[in-house]
């Protein structure tokens, strides 16, 4: 089985699991009311006039950002490799009177969705450390992207995963190591994830076709950090890449 469809199976088999641990969370009921409660300050400034907008949060999985930035008026295409994980969010949406589209799809291949469609392109989360190929992730977002449409990154910042599987001072990962690293979960599946360090992330949106506008790392913790059990308090809990997409006359130009 190769790693996509693997992680894809995992997510699947783990819907309910992850839709109870959601249910207790409660941020799903309020987010489209509450923005903030998901998504952070430096986030707020690229996604506040949203509204009647089009919008696709790609790797939606909770839907709680895509749940927000419907609350904040944004037309939402949620989308996630999971089509168990897509109908927990779809009833959920139903619940609160929220319109989206949902589509199962691979990031790597969104061609379901037309060139030059979105204004914003969202993505982040723990979204990343799934997808084996971060270049085919980042062109097609950039490509359903409209002429100077944003595509926002809010990721769980790379350099925490060097301390995953241990809960000591010492890291155990090699920071360039991208892997794939195999798991196993608790359903007895194979998983397999990947360590894309923060230069992977801006070059891999510089080589899709955008400039970029803003780079922040912020937080020092994250929300039920379950699988991390060593403490990372003095590191940045978060890596925020804002790209614009170059138009073809910007291109031409800064290639003269």
């Not at 987010?31 to 300050?41: F, G, N, T, W």
């Not at 199962?104 to 799934?130: C, I, K, P, R």
């Not at 809010?154 to 990962?173: K, S, V």
């Not at 992330?201 to 955008?210: E, R």
Request: charged share 25%; hydrophobic share 40%.
């Amino acid at each position: 089985m190769k790693p996509h469809e693997a992680n894809q199976a995992f997510w699947n088999a783990s819907t309910n699991w992850w839709k109870e641990k959601e249910d207790r969370r409660g941020l799903w009921m309020r987010a489209h009311e509450d923005p903030s409660s998901v998504l952070s300050i430096p986030e707020m400034p690229f996604v506040k006039d949203v509204e009647a907008k089009e919008v696709c949060v790609l790797g939606s999985g909770d839907n709680e950002v895509a749940f927000a930035l419907a609350g904040l008026g944004g037309h939402i295409t949620s989308v996630d490799i999971s089509e168990r994980r897509l109908g927990v969010a779809a009833d959920r949406a139903c619940t609160l009177g929220l319109q989206l589209s949902f589509l199962q799809a691979d990031v790597t291949d969104l061609s379901a969705l037309e060139d030059n469609t979105f204004d914003l392109v969202y993505t982040g989360g723990h979204m990343s450390v799934w997808v084996s190929d971060i270049q085919k992730y980042y062109a097609e977002a950039v490509r359903i992207l409209n002429a100077s449409g944003l595509l926002m990154v809010n990721e769980y910042h790379p350099i925490r995963r060097i301390w995953l599987d241990t809960n000591g001072e010492q890291p155990r990962h090699d920071y360039f190591n991208r892997g794939p690293y195999k798991y196993t979960s608790d359903e007895g599946l194979p998983t397999f994830e990947y360590h894309w360090t923060v230069s992977d992330h801006i070059q891999a949106m510089v080589d899709a076709g955008c400039f970029i506008v803003k780079v922040d790392e912020h937080g020092t913790q994250i929300q039920d950090e379950f699988w991390m059990e060593a403490n990372l308090e003095k590191l940045p809990a978060y890596l925020m890449i804002v790209g614009r997409k170059e138009s073809p006359n910007q291109t031409l130009i800064n290639d003269a």
